[in-house]
């Protein structure tokens, strides 16, 4: 193929996964009402598959004959789609199984994967069921495009693939606070921002990352406390640099690994039982970050988010410019000091993607191949695509490419 259109033929047999429990629990109902016919008139055929409890898709997916279908289509919100991704990189055959085209229909309350697609159709912004049926569309349409992945690391807990969000502070705490709002469906996080602005607080913590561009010059990188002491030097960073620009399209063919260009990117003889493509950007978590990674001088943070899609819901576009697979990173934080005003006016400016041009002093917006956070306090929330994992220390790294995905 020529690369311009690899798609010759589009799916057409699926297997669908609906949460009953997702969103105000109408997802089943939705889908009857505005989806199975459009498929019918496609002439696509599908498995219908009723998740009957949590980590049942996840288990499915990665046992499954896949053979049978050419897409995976949830019908939940985010968090069934986390479960799909992490059963397919689950899987022995996991490097085959990530290409097989997913496809999203939003019947939760947290829609972000759905929302972000849409909008980077160039659509007019819909919510609801009209996402619902523009969604649906796509997937009669069929054409498949790339999507990154990011994997992500915790101390004890096995790596996780994240095709959305990492999130601490503030937008964490919403996203699982709200969760007893999802019969308002959409509205959940609207609810939990203003109950939250109640209570802000601050988060103590470290953050670092390694900066997707090298020219890039942000307030914190000028504060940075980054040196040299190995004796490296600033060319031997472009190098580096340009070896991971380079490698971000042909990840699964090439090495980013600085130490060994030709080394392959993944290995079976890695003694760490988790599937998937070898962290060639991180460090172990006990080891301090790599020399040329910028460390954040701030420790009191309101909020943390690294994002890799457009949208952290329905109407909150977190990251404006991002890409299905830009391959980068979108890592916006607040720090500490900000005023509730000042919060709730950053809010409100999300919801149509433009806080990050109202020149706050307090939010920083950075683009990143990998990051490391640090919480200092015990206790806390960190979410990964809107689920919580283990919380402490946590890094990651992103993959362009990596998954398949129906989007228009
Ligand atoms: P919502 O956007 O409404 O939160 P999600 O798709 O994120 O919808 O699903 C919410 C949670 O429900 C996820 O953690 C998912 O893994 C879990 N889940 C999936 N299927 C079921 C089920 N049948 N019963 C209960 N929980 C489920
Ligand atoms: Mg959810």
Redesign the pocket.
């Known amino acids: 193929s020529g690369g311009v259109c690899a798609e010759v033929r589009r799916p057409r047999r699926f297997l669908v996964l609906i949460?009953?429990?997702?969103?105000k629990g109408q997802a089943q109902a939705l889908f009857n009402t505005h989806v199975q016919h459009m498929l019918q008139e496609a002439d696509i055929t599908y498995t219908l598959q009723i998740?009957?409890?949590?980590?049942?898709?996840r288990e499915l997916v990665r046992e499954a004959d896949l053979s049978q279908w050419d897409a995976v289509v949830i019908m939940?919100?985010?968090?069934?789609l986390?479960?799909v991704v992490n059963g397919l990189m689950e899987r022995e055959d996991w490097e085959k199984a990530i290409q097989m085209p997913l496809g999203v229909l939003p019947g939760?309350?947290?829609?972000a994967l759905a929302a972000s697609i849409h909008y980077y159709s160039g659509s007019q912004s819909v919510s609801g069921e009209e996402l619902l049926v523009s969604c649906g569309f796509m997937l009669c349409k069929g054409l498949v495009s790339h999507m990154d992945l990011t994997s992500v690391c915790m101390a004890s807990s096995p790596r996780l693939f994240s095709f959305l969000s990492l999130a601490w502070g503030f937008v964490a705490d919403v996203d699982i606070e709200s969760?007893k709002y999802?019969h308002v469906g959409a509205a959940r996080f609207t609810m939990g921002t203003l109950v939250r602005l109640a209570s802000l607080r601050v988060y103590k913590g470290k953050l670092a990352y390694l900066p997707a561009e090298e020219s890039q010059s942000t307030p914190s990188q000028a504060q940075s406390t980054v040196s040299f002491t190995d004796g490296s030097n600033s060319s031997s960073v472009h190098s580096h640099m340009s070896r991971n620009l380079n490698c971000q399209n042909h990840l699964l063919h090439n090495s980013c690994n600085s130490n060994n260009a030709h080394k392959p990117n993944w290995t079976g003889e890695s003694p760490v039982t988790t599937r998937g493509p070898t962290d060639s950007l991180l460090v172990p978590l006990d080891q301090p970050v790599p020399a040329h990674w910028t460390v954040v001088k701030e420790e009191d943070f309101v909020l943390v988010m690294a994002v890799y899609q457009s949208h952290l819901a329905e109407d909150l576009i977190a990251a404006p410019a991002s890409r299905l697979k830009d391959g980068i990173i979108h890592l916006i934080y607040v720090k500490a000091g900000i005023s509730r005003r000042a919060l709730l006016r950053l809010f409100l400016a999300m919801e149509k993607g433009a806080h990050l041009s109202t020149n706050c002093p307090f939010v920083v917006y950075v683009k990143v191949r990998a990051l490391r956070l640090e919480p200092f306090s015990p206790k806390g929330t960190i979410t990964v695509d809107?689920?919580v994992v283990e919380y402490g220390p946590v890094q990651a790294q992103i993959y362009g490419s990596l998954a398949r995905i129906i989007a228009g």
């Open positions: 949460n009953p429990q997702s969103g998740t009957e409890r949590q980590n049942h898709a939940s919100g985010d968090g069934l986390f479960e939760g309350s947290g829609n969760e999802r809107g689920e």
